[in-house]
């Protein structure tokens, strides 16, 4: 009965305990992409709109993409890119 009891306690303590590490937890960059982009530029024929995104900016899962906008259909478009 002792072994059941302290059993149950254990299971509730780490019920209790999981609550607020599940709360704290930093989403942000591997749940939740962290961008950044520069200023959004128009084409000289103002056919497209566009700019750079960084991903995840220092994580080992960053990446850089191309934002790309059709001005006349709103359709938007983001190409990953490879740097070297």
Known sequence: ????????????????????LYKNVNISGWFIENVETNSKQITSDHQYEYCI??????????????????????????MKLKLP
């Open 1 to 20: 009965m002792n072994g059941v009891l302290g059993a149950l306690c254990v299971i509730i303590l780490l019920i209790l305990l999981s609550v607020p």
């Open 53 to 78: 995104e960084l991903v995840n900016t220092f994580q080992s899962n960053s990446s850089i993409r191309l934002y790309l906008k059709d001005m006349q259909s709103n359709e938007e478009i983001r």
